[in-house]
């Protein structure tokens, strides 16, 4: 079982930067695919960021230019840091691992990230 604690989401006028923390229960990352989701009021979850086992980043459209995904494997931690936000931006935003090998796959509490025009 896999536990994933997210913080650092919260109010920012658009314009601003966040950075969104996400800390594993354990030395996942060789494992698993970290990602991060958002959900924004009477829409579907949809993918922002991943980061893969070899490192490299997969971004959405949207965001791509103003959020980037790191990690630190010896914090067990992965990061979003969002700069340039907008109002669009406001939603639930996600921490995921997934096991593709296994089909494993956990999601964090998530936290709220409010944009304001």
């Known amino acids: 079982q896999v536990q994933l604690v997210e913080s650092g989401g919260g109010l920012v006028q658009a314009g601003g930067s966040l950075r969104l923390s996400c800390v594993a229960s354990g030395s996942i990352f060789s494992v698993f695919v970290m990602g991060w989701y958002r959900q924004a009021p009477g829409r579907q979850r949809e993918l922002v960021a991943r980061i893969i086992r070899g490192g490299s980043t997969n971004y959405a459209d949207s965001v791509k230019g103003r959020f980037t995904m790191s990690r630190d494997n010896a914090k067990n931690t992965v990061y979003l840091q969002m700069n340039s936000l907008k109002p669009e931006d406001t939603a639930v935003y996600y921490c995921?691992?997934?096991?593709?090998?296994?089909?494993?796959?956990?999601w964090g509490q998530g936290t709220q990230v409010t944009v304001s025009s």
């Open positions: 995921n691992a997934n096991r593709i090998l296994n089909g494993d796959n956990y």
